[in-house]
Nanobody, 119 residues
Framework: QVQLVESGGGLVQPGGSLRLSCAASTSILSFNAMNWYRQAPGKERELVAT???????SYEDSVKGRFTISRDNAENTMYLQMNSLKPEDTAVYYCNAFEKGWGARTDYWGKGTLVTVSS
């Protein structure tokens, strides 16, 4: 059973930075892609950033230029560096990874880590 464990959330002032980590219990190179999602209170979960197996990255428009997704294959860990944080970035951040095989997609999720941006 694949496990994803997030860490690094917390309380930060507007303009501050945090780095989230997502540690996988298996080789992250087995995944087609890994993602960071977030869910703010009263809102739907949204995709924030993606890193594919080949290393390509993409971002939701509101975080472009502020957030950076990366990974350490040797450590089986994905990261989200968040800079210039805004109150609207407050949310529970979830790590997601998926793999495809035989026409089916299997998703794995972490339990989430809370990021609160407030003065």
């Amino acid at each position: 059973q694949v496990q994803l464990v997030e860490s690094g959330g917390g309380l930060v002032q507007p303009g501050g930075s945090l780095r989230l980590s997502c540690a996988a219990s298996t080789s992250i190179l087995s995944f087609n892609a890994m993602n960071w999602y977030r869910q703010a209170p009263g809102k739907e979960r949204e995709l924030v950033a993606t890193i594919t197996k080949s290393g390509s990255t993409s971002y939701e428009d509101s975080v472009k230029g502020r957030f950076t997704i990366s990974r350490d294959n040797a450590e089986n860990t994905m990261y989200l560096q968040m800079n210039s944080l805004k109150p609207e970035d407050t949310a529970v951040y979830y790590c997601n990874a998926f793999e495809k095989g035989w026409g089916a997609r299997t998703d794995y999720w972490g339990k989430g880590t809370l990021v609160t941006v407030s003065s």
